[in-house]
């Protein structure tokens, strides 16, 4: 997905006023083929985003379907870059 580039800022839970046990949010902009996207995520206290009854669970599903027909790829293709990404913030 060369046509893709994201960026990733990650919000603990205290800037929502939560406890710390809980999730935190992943805030995405997708830049798909110079078009931007905006994406919010719930983050697993383990560092990956959160799935739900094995499906993608997605803030927005509307964008998300976007992306993915933006870039003709499919919905797990683009939820792994987005785990990928949201690792990589992690990790710094």
Same mark, same amino acid.
């Given at each position: 997905?060369e046509?893709?580039?994201?960026?990733?800022?990650?919000?603990?839970?205290?800037?929502?006023?939560?406890?710390?046990?809980?999730?935190?949010m992943?805030?995405?902009t997708?830049? %798909?083929?110079?078009e931007?996207? +905006? #994406? !919010?995520?719930?983050?697993?206290?383990?560092?990956?985003l /959160?799935? %739900?009854?094995?499906?993608? +669970?997605?803030?927005?599903? /509307?964008?998300?379907?976007?992306?993915?027909?933006? #870039?003709?790829?499919? !919905?797990?293709?683009?939820?792994?870059a #987005?785990? /990928?990404?949201a690792?990589?913030? %992690?990790? %710094?």
């Amino acid at each position: 997905m060369e046509n893709l580039q994201i960026d990733c800022d990650i919000n603990p839970p205290s800037d929502y006023g939560l406890s710390a046990g809980h999730a935190s949010m992943c805030r995405f902009t997708l830049l %798909v083929n110079d078009e931007p996207f +905006k #994406l !919010d995520e719930w983050l697993n206290t383990d560092g990956t985003l /959160e799935r %739900v009854d094995s499906h993608i +669970k997605c803030c927005q599903p /509307e964008t998300f379907a976007q992306v993915v027909n933006a #870039l003709d790829c499919t !919905d797990a293709e683009l939820w792994d870059a #987005l785990n /990928e990404a949201a690792r990589d913030e %992690v990790a %710094v």
